[in-house]
């Protein structure tokens, strides 16, 4: 077979059933072989940067190595930001980009491919010759997998016509889940969490499956800690009465509170990064202990005093067993206290948090409390970048973390739309809610919608219209400047929506936003809905 034809075959083999990409003759015989001799399913975007990033969707949701492919020169540069995204979000993912001829030192497309990659802090690998197609192949998804970042193989056109004998791929991936049973620091972590009077337990996405997030909850309730989670470990422990929710700058009164007043943080599966740790002020003047299975996430964004190397299910496990041994009892802090303080603060949240808006608009919050209410709560929900997120992180639940994704990690507008489409192809037969902002949407939704569409996905678009870029809009204000400048244009999202094939919906008012809800439940769920809330 071709080497074009192997590759398909080789990605195939490895297990990979979507690929996302734009069509190039760098890449177009792959993607063709792939579809037509593979049975798998490629996703057409509209732009090579939406591709990187629906793979990327796909892999936080579906808990998978994602794939995209490119064509050479302007088909890879168009991926640089969504690269520099997967990088800073730590999102494992292999890119495949077709290069020019290494012979044609004039082609219009021939650019420095290494060093555009390198330069986003994406890893790089060379197609090193048409024998090593299934070794190359295996290593790029073994450092995808390992690294947690997009690795981009390197494919030269004149490699793609080769005759080659196919060789099936082997990728074995390590065995991670370990634990240090017996150690000085684990003696150190024991002293200070049974020296505490106050602790809380922080989990992350590190906590990466119901076994883990039970290990974790047994220890929090061994110790009677009260428990929180990061952002992106949104969705643990939903069902435990002491779960204060998000740690850090989004966190509500009750968890500012408690986590501002503990005395010790232990910290499973989470880097404790300054949002986390709320710009530090969290976690200052406190006793920390960090479990991961990464060595190098331990302390990376915050000094802590003890830091274990290991799996966090196991880790729980064995502190659990270690404190039994030792008999040390309960801190305390899970107490009927703490338990009336939380009841009162979620039964009076939205009173507190829905504000009256000026005639022509809603309160986010409002439509936050609306489409938690709408939506089944088995759901998967993105976020784009912009002030509208923080009205709908602690509102909008997920049933666990694989089912939060935002497009923040290098907070960049016009991340969440593609995003959300990948995976919206991952969540099966759940519904997929992005929530974006205006500016967003503009950048790079709805050229996307044309995409949503063709896959008839099961797509709820939230679109925070307030005419401008709000974050710009209100420094300039602070700085007693006009703000003009960061205003936008009245746009009809909805019926620009309606003009791709998608559902198109207005709200201006709360009698419209309880109609949109009603719509929302009665969807035709094989075609994406685009509310333009104002």
């Keep these: ?42 996703v057409a975007a509209v732009h090579e940067g939406s591709a990187v990033l629906m793979a990327q969707g796909w892999a936080r949701v579906a808990g998978k190595v994602g794939v995209a492919a490119v064509t050479h020169g302007p088909g890879l540069t168009n991926t640089i930001t969504p690269l520099v995204e997967g990088v800073k ?4 993912m292999v890119l495949l980009a077709g290069d020019t001829p290494a012979i044609d030192r004039e082609h219009a497309q021939n650019v420095n491919q290494r060093g555009l990659v390198e330069a986003t802090g994406a890893g790089f690998e060379m197609l090193r010759s048409p024998e090593t197609v299934a070794e190359d192949l295996a290593r790029v998804f073994y450092r995808a997998h390992v690294e947690r970042r997009p690795i981009v193989l390197n494919i030269p056109v004149e490699f793609q016509w080769v005759e080659v ?27 200070i969490i049974a020296s505490s009077r106050l602790p809380v337990v922080i989990a992350g996405r590190g906590v990466d499956s119901p076994e883990a997030e039970a290990a974790v909850l047994r220890f929090a309730r061994r110790i009677e800690a009260p428990v929180a989670t990061s952002l992106r470990g949104k969705g643990l422990f939903n069902d435990d009465p002491f779960n204060l ?6 966190a509500h009164e009750v968890a500012l509170d408690v986590i501002g007043r503990s005395d010790c943080l232990i910290v499973f599966g989470a880097s404790l990064n300054k949002y986390t740790s709320g710009e530090r002020g969290l976690t200052r003047g406190k006793r920390i202990v960090q479990i991961n299975p990464l060595p190098s996430e331990l302390g990376r964004c ?33 107490n009927d206290d703490l338990l009336e303080e939380l ?20 309160d986010l919050y409002e439509v936050a409390f609306a489409v938690e209410e709408a939506l089944p709560k088995d759901r998967v929900f993105v976020t784009g970048s912009g002030r509208f997120m923080f009205a709908f992180w602690n509102v909008i639940s997920v049933p666990n973390p694989r089912s939060y994704v935002d497009g923040n990690g290098f907070s960049s507008i016009g ?15 759940r519904p997929t809610l992005l929530v974006t902002g205006d500016g967003g949407f503009m950048l790079s939704g ?17 679109v925070a219209n307030d005419g401008s870029y709000g974050a710009e809009h209100i420094a300039m204000t602070m700085h007693n400047m006009d703000p003009d400048i960061s205003l936008l244009p009245s746009r009809d999202f909805a019926r620009i929506a309606e003009a791709f094939g998608c559902k198109g919906l207005t709200v201006t008012s709360s009698d419209e936003l309880q109609a949109a809800m009603s719509a929302v439940a009665t969807r035709d769920r094989k075609r994406p809905l685009v509310i333009d809330m104002k």
């Design 165 to 191: 004998e196919y060789q099936k791929p082997y990728l074995r991936l390590p065995e991670t889940r370990s634990v240090i049973e017996s150690s000085t620091d684990m003696d150190d972590a024991i002293g």
């Design 446 to 462: 709805l050229s996307e919608l044309a995409t949503a569409v063709a896959e008839q996905l099961d797509l709820v678009v939230i």
């Design 245 to 250: 929710g998000i740690s850090g700058t989004v």
């Design 302 to 334: 915050t000094p802590v005093t003890v830091g274990l190397l290991g799996d966090p299910g196991l880790t729980a496990d064995a502190m659990v067993n270690w404190l039994d041994e030792a008999e040390i009892p309960g801190s305390g802090a899970r």
């Design 1 to 42: 077979m071709k080497v074009y034809e192997a590759i398909a075959r080789g990605l195939s083999d490895m297990g990979c059933t979507e690929l996302f990409g734009v069509v190039g003759d760098g890449c177009v015989y792959i993607i063709d072989s792939f579809r037509r001799d593979c049975n798998g399913h490629y």
């Design 343 to 362: 009841k009162t603060y979620h039964e009076k949240a939205r009173t507190k948090l829905v504000h009256s808006t000026p005639a022509g608009t809603v």
């Design 89 to 92: 979000a730590g999102t494992p």
């Design 415 to 429: 991340i969440g739309e593609a995003t959300a489409m990948g995976a919206a192809r991952a969540a099966g037969d």
